[in-house]
């Protein structure tokens, strides 16, 4: 998990690579467009205060609608295949979410660094739960599509 966040901070720009892969292309593609998503957040350099401001809100609201999108695939996958780990990683889906929320009370209070923050904290969630856990429902997917 480390190993694969590292590689990708060398790398720096978090550009899609086959290190990511699970080799599911739905999955694959939504991981790619939240990596790009990320990329972004990370890249973004406020040109003023009205400018992060939007930024910052168009950010969140469009990080949220389309993770939930992934998210609701994802589970409909563990769902349709009776995946035993699926509470554990809808619970860490829902603190994803909950962290997300927590970001917007933070900035709407006038914390301004939580932007710099909610960036880095999207890229490596995403890195680590693709690592850790997204990966222990598409080995158990493809157990189960290979015994049919
Ligand atoms: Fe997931
Ligand atoms: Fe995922």
Redesign the pocket.
């Known amino acids: 998990m480390e190993d694969l966040f590292y590689i990708c901070q060398k790398r720096n720009h978090l550009r899609w690579n086959n290190t990511y892969s699970l080799g599911i292309k739905l999955?694959d593609d939504?991981?790619k467009k939240i990596l790009d998503f990320a990329r972004d957040l990370v890249n973004y350099i406020p040109k003023s205060d009205e400018d992060r401001d939007s930024f910052f809100k168009e950010a969140i609201e469009k990080v949220v609608e389309y993770i939930k999108t992934?998210f609701a695939t994802?589970e409909g996958i563990m769902i349709a295949t009776r995946f035993p780990g699926y509470e554990e990683h809808k619970k860490a889906h829902e603190n994803f979410i909950l962290t997300v929320v927590r970001y917007i009370k933070d900035y709407e209070a006038g914390n301004r660094q939580v932007l710099t923050n909610f960036s880095h904290f999207t890229r490596k969630w995403v890195l680590t739960?693709?690592a850790i856990l997204?990966v222990k429902y598409i080995e158990y997917y493809k157990k189960i599509t290979i015994n049919r």
């Open positions: 999955i939504q991981h992934h994802e739960h693709i997204d």
